[in-house]
């Protein structure tokens, strides 16, 4: 007899409950040990930097033109007066960015449709220069949808080109004051150049990242990178 959706969530509850109590005494058991354990007093507070709100990790940037997205964002904004979009798959074929372009002449239209509604909302961007895989899970072992990268630039000069050509396409449409509050990481192992080791792969495209943004905007903020630990 199958049972009650009710009881299932009761045992289901207990389950947790009980790990998460067991875990927590032994790591008051292990602390102890180790004699790195502290105490508290509720009666002392302090201001707590509300970090919470700063940034909000959306996806890949077509998932910005889709309007139930930019609904959420609009919401969400609204509630938690975040400040930051962060997302990815900046230079994607979806985008209709030609990254192999050789002759520097790319198409940046829903690149900026998704910057306009960005700014338009009063939120700033978060670049991560990285390709991520397109993923939706069933489970924690099951996809259901999955669209591997495919994004390898030929030649170290198409990415220059690139990084130069968006940089002074940016800066023409939305100005040096505004591309100043911008952010930029570089991810380690994130695009891809032909013929590049990881470390090799990583330090070429930060390198090139640094000099030629900050050449037409010193102030914004350029970082990295987002090591994976094995």
């Known amino acids: 007899q ?7 969530d009761l045992l289901i509850n207990g389950a947790i409950e009980r ?5 927590a005494e032994n790591e008051k058991s292990a602390a102890a040990e180790r004699g790195d354990a502290k105490s508290f007093s509720v009666k002392k507070c302090s201001h707590l930097t509300p970090i919470w ?22 919401l969400i904004k609204k509630n938690l007066k975040f400040q930051y979009v962060r ?4 230079f994607s074929d979806k985008l209709f960015i030609d990254i192999n372009n050789k002759s520097g002449n790319y198409n940046f ?22 390709e991520k895989e397109n993923r939706i899970n069933e489970s924690i072992e099951l996809a259901i949808s999955y669209e591997p990268g495919n994004c390898q630039f030929d030649t170290v000069n198409n990415w220059q080109m690139l990084i130069r050509a968006f940089t002074k396409h940016c800066l023409k449409r939305y100005g040096q004051e505004e591309m100043s509050s911008w952010i930029i990481e570089v991810w380690y192992g994130g695009y891809r150049i032909r013929g590049f080791g990881a470390n090799e792969n990583f330090y070429t495209q930060f390198d090139s990242v640094y000099r030629i943004v900050k050449e037409y905007v010193p102030d914004l903020k350029i970082g990295g990178p987002g090591f994976l630990p094995e």
């Open 109 to 130: 239209s829903r690149l900026d449709q998704v910057l306009d509604f960005i700014i338009t909302s009063g939120l700033k961007p978060f670049f991560d220069f990285e």
């Open 53 to 74: 709100n700063q940034i909000i990790n959306i996806g890949s940037a077509e998932d910005l033109l889709k309007s139930e997205i930019q609904e959420h964002v609009i």
């Open 87 to 90: 997302f990815w798959n900046i």
């Open 2 to 8: 199958k049972m009650p959706s009710s009881d299932r």
């Open 19 to 23: 790990f998460l109590d067991e875990t």
